[in-house]
């Protein structure tokens, strides 16, 4: 039970029955992460697949109207539109050489979900996506993209139909059909899940630190991202987190307000508790259940978050943050007027951060945002809240 913690967070809380699932894939990740075929066979599906290294991008016009150096980690000009690819080829990987014929995962704003339909689709695998029902309705668009990549979307009825309850049921299939692997797609759940993910993310802090050094010559000041489970931002925070000087700003869901069932702001409100086999801090009842919880953005709508975030808020490394459905909207609106790029509505709110704390930034402050995803499938949402 002692393995995979960060802190008091993390574990393995799960029934006996899936350990040995578990077993298995930290022991064959160990085995295959050093590999050299398999490290190039990764390398250059992110070079010429995805498209990455994903540029650093200097925002002139959102800089000059803030008054600092912003820049934009464009993860959403990989292949599929956001970060979530770069860890859905790893783990595809890791299944194929197990000789996985059949992939499963969850996904709440759809951008895993289709990310995991691709991975699957390029290695010949079967693949099942458990989307809640409220998502399915939301992120459309996506829906429609995974099942053109030849995935079956299952769509979850149970609980409030979110993220959460899509997680439930996937994890539900998994004990029944532990042939099947489960490709998670945040820095959550049982070791050693939280690990894997945050190694195949990581590569976006690498590549920015080496870029803001060619471009600016020193590193930056800021780092902000989006936190729904935690992996962009892990991602971009990892290879920076022993960098004293650069703060790691995450920020949060504030949905309608910070009252209970308003929001989903996890780091900030939340107590430690444990959810789908880790612990973390959590949005929880009385009896410790997941509480109601509630974001615009699907990919952030979950009452739960990373063990790995959840001890860098206890050893105060991270400054938190939260922003509202309408902050993120407007950042939404915002964004794609001044820059011509249209962020995911996960990623507006670490842009709606900026523009709610604009005061904080000085002249010579250099600010790095992970953009962690592009809006084509918020367009609808969006469209709809601005009439
Ligand atoms: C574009 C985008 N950004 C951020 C997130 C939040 O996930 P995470 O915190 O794991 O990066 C999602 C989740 O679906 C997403 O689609």
Do not use: W
């Amino acid at each position: 039970m002692n393995k995979g913690y960060f802190g008091e967070f993390g574990g393995q809380y799960v029934p006996e029955g899936l350990l040995p699932y578990l077993n298995n894939i930290e022991q064959k990740y160990n085995e295959l992460k050093d590999s050299d075929s398999f490290k190039s066979r990764l390398k250059s599906l992110l070079k010429e697949y995805v498209g990455r290294p994903s540029p650093l991008y200097f925002a002139k016009n959102l800089s000059k109207n803030i008054g600092c150096k912003i820049y934009l980690k464009r993860e959403d000009l990989n292949h599929t539109g956001a970060h979530k690819i770069n860890n859905t080829l790893g783990q595809a990987l890791l299944a194929k050489s197990m000789n996985k014929k059949e992939i499963i995962a969850e996904t709440g704003a759809g951008q895993h979900g289709v990310a995991t339909a691709t991975a699957a689709a390029l290695l010949g695998m079967k693949c099942k996506i458990f989307m809640g029902k409220v998502d399915t309705i939301k992120q459309k668009l996506n829906v429609q993209r995974i099942s053109l990549l030849g995935a079956e979307v299952i769509t979850v009825e149970r609980g409030s139909g979110i993220l959460k309850d899509a997680v439930d049921e996937a994890l539900g299939y998994l004990i029944e059909n532990p042939e099947v692997f489960y490709l998670l797609g945040s820095v959550v759940g049982p070791h050693p899940y939280p690990t894997i993910v945050r190694n195949f993310q990581k590569i976006i802090g690498e590549e920015a630190k080496m870029q803001i050094i060619e471009q600016e010559g020193r590193l930056p000041d800021y780092l902000i991202a989006c936190v729904g489970g935690g992996s962009n931002a892990m991602g971009l925070f990892y290879d920076f987190i022993n960098e004293e000087n650069v703060k790691l700003i995450a920020v949060e869901p504030a949905g309608k307000g910070l009252e209970p069932g308003n929001h989903a702001a996890t780091l900030t409100l939340g107590s430690p508790g444990i959810i789908h086999g880790f612990k973390c801090y959590l949005l929880q009842d009385n009896e410790g259940n997941p509480a109601d919880i509630h974001s615009i953005a699907s990919g952030l709508d979950y009452p739960g978050v990373g063990p790995e975030p959840s001890m860098l808020k206890d050893s105060n490394r991270l400054i938190l943050g939260s922003v509202t459905d309408v902050q993120a909207i407007n950042a939404f609106n915002y964004l794609s007027r001044i820059e011509g790029i249209i962020p995911a509505l996960e990623t507006s709110h670490a842009i709606a951060f900026i523009l709610e704390h604009s005061s904080m930034f000085n002249k010579d402050d250099i600010i790095i945002v992970n953009l962690s995803g592009r809006g084509d499938k918020d367009v609808e949402t969006v469209l709809q809240s601005n009439s």
